[in-house]
């Protein structure tokens, strides 16, 4: 499939364009109480609040109508102001369980990962690493409902997220150059022919 090429997008308005797996597509779904509950929820929040709520307010609509009561949110440490007021907004309507991406103090030289302050005049001693895995767990014997990543490193979220028992759910993503809105560089003309032109090697 090669559906970002498509000019019209036709199946917005019916057209089947893979009739082989439609069948096996809507029998998934049916097999599924909990996917299609999470189906027709959002679905609700996209027709009765298209163009008026924000993320944080979907997010909030999304729990109340799934009938969620425990919320995990997994954050990186430089958004910890963020996850302070986040967490704070939540518990309004939900129990709480976050998780820091430090979580434990694993240093990076336990594992042999390449440290950010390697050679720097003030190098501290110890650098932790980042630990997915660890915001899993912990969120797992927590037992969460649903689980939100908030500003997760590249590739961490992507292992947050195997190892999590609750559905996850991304508020933000990291962009440290871009004000973690990753999106920005399709928009700005300086960064789009950059990617275009070379992509990361320069």
């Given at each position: 499939m090669r559906c970002a090429a498509c000019k019209d997008k036709a199946c917005a308005t019916g057209k089947d364009c893979?009739?082989?797996s439609t069948n096996v597509v809507k029998a998934t779904y049916a097999s599924d109480s909990d996917v299609l509950k999470s189906?027709?929820?959002a679905t609700q929040i996209e027709s009765r609040?298209?163009?008026q709520k924000t993320r944080v307010e979907e997010l909030i609509l999304y729990a109340q109508g799934m009938g969620y009561k425990k919320l995990g949110v997994a954050f990186c440490i430089g958004l910890a102001q963020e996850a302070a007021t986040l967490c704070a907004i939540l518990e309004r309507d939900f129990e709480v369980s976050?998780?820091?991406c430090k979580l434990c103090g694993i240093d990076k030289a336990y594992f042999g990962l390449e440290r950010l302050h390697a050679g720097a005049e003030n190098e501290p001693k110890s650098e932790a690493m980042c630990n997915p895995i660890g915001q899993a767990l912990i969120l797992n014997r927590e037992r969460t409902d649903l689980n939100i990543i908030l500003g997760l490193c590249i590739g961490h979220d992507t292992i947050f997220t195997a190892y999590s028992e609750a559905p996850v759910t991304t508020?933000?993503?990291k962009d440290r150059v871009l004000a973690h809105n990753p999106l920005g560089a399709l928009y700005s003309n300086y960064y789009l022919?950059?990617?275009r032109e070379s992509g990361c090697n320069k």
């Open positions: 893979c009739t082989e189906l027709e929820v609040y298209y163009m976050s998780v820091c508020l933000a993503v022919s950059k990617l």
